[in-house]
């Protein structure tokens, strides 16, 4: 009985130590499986052609290299894009609800100044950071 219930112990204390390293949590961003996806190349080329409309600049699409994504009411994205002119390296937070055919690119930023000024920060509407 007491071997039983050590053993049960032990297994509940390796299971909370190795269960958070390994699972995706609910709500927490996880890596991009498939980044040639085309779903998420064009997401990335649609994030280049909004920055370019919002902020007047010329930024050319090249692809999407990284990423990560969410489950919220939606997806949420956080894709690293290769553009030509002038930096070469962004970041950019989207926003997808396919269900409502809805799409916010939340902010695009240079990755030479992500954590100094922002390159661009637009935001169609309001989207609480659920995180």
Partial sequence: MRTGLLFAVAAMVAYIVVAPATAIRPGSFYPIDNIN???????????????NKQANAGLTFNRVVSGQQQVVSGMRYRLNIDASNPNGNYRADIYEQSWTNTQILRHCLSLFSYLGS?????????????T
Wanted: proline share 7%.
């Fill in 37 to 51: 996806d085309p779903h998420i190349q064009e997401l990335g080329r649609w994030a280049v052609t909004e920055h």
């Fill in 118 to 130: 922002s390159v661009c920060r637009m935001k169609a509407i309001f989207i609480p950071d659920v």
